[in-house]
C-alpha cells in the first residue's frame, strides 16, 4: 500500500456507539476492550455468522470515532489490512480488482460491525451474559487459526 491513501474516518451510528461502551463497560471477557477492537470482533461474527444487513434506525446521526488521519498512519496498518480482509471476504467477493475504492472497504467494515454489535447486544449483553457467549467466541477465535484463501 502506498502511502498517499485516501482513507476515510470510521463513523458509526450513536446507538452503535451506546452498545460499544456497554460491552467494554459488562463485567465479562470484552470488559475493558476499546472501541477499534470491539468493532473488530463485531465485524468478523458478522462475517463468520453470515448475519443478514440489519438496518440502522431512522434518525440515526454518525459521529466519527477513528479519524482518517488516525487511519491513515502507520500505526494503523493492520486495522486498515483487517478491513481489507473484511471487504474481500464479503463485498469484494474475493476478487482483489475490486479493493481500491477506501470509502466503500470502511462503510462495508462498518456495516458488518453494526450487525455484529447487534449480535452482540443480544448474546452477550441480554441473553444470559458472557458466560453463554464465551463458548462461541471461543470457536470463532479458533477459526482464525484455519487457513481463510482456499
Same mark, same amino acid.
Given at each position: 500500500m502506498s502511502k498517499r491513501q485516501n482513507? #476515510? =474516518? /470510521? =463513523? !458509526?451510528c450513536e446507538s452503535d456507539q451506546d452498545i460499544v461502551r456497554e460491552i467494554s463497560q459488562y463485567q465479562g !471477557?470484552?470488559?475493558g476492550t476499546d472501541t477499534k %477492537? /470491539?468493532?473488530m470482533i463485531a465485524a468478523s461474527l458478522a462475517v463468520d455468522m453470515d /448475519? #443478514? +444487513?440489519v438496518p440502522i434506525p431512522a434518525g440515526e446521526h454518525k &459521529? %466519527? !470515532?477513528?479519524?482518517? =488521519?488516525l487511519l491513515r498512519s502507520e500505526a494503523y496498518r493492520e486495522y486498515r489490512q483487517y478491513m481489507l480482509l473484511i471487504y474481500y471476504l464479503t463485498a469484494g467477493q474475493r476478487d482483489l480488482k475490486t479493493m481500491s475504492d477506501f470509502k466503500a472497504i470502511v462503510d462495508n467494515f462498518v456495516d458488518y460491525a453494526h450487525r455484529g454489535l447487534q449480535l452482540l447486544k443480544t448474546s452477550y449483553? &441480554?441473553?444470559g451474559g458472557p458466560e453463554q457467549f +464465551? %463458548? &462461541?467466541f471461543a470457536e470463532a477465535i479458533g477459526k482464525c487459526q484455519q487457513p481463510i484463501l482456499n
Open positions: 482513507w #476515510p =474516518s /470510521i =463513523s !458509526i !471477557i470484552l470488559r %477492537d /470491539i468493532l /448475519i #443478514p +444487513e &459521529k %466519527d !470515532i477513528m479519524h482518517q =488521519s449483553l &441480554k441473553a +464465551e %463458548d &462461541k
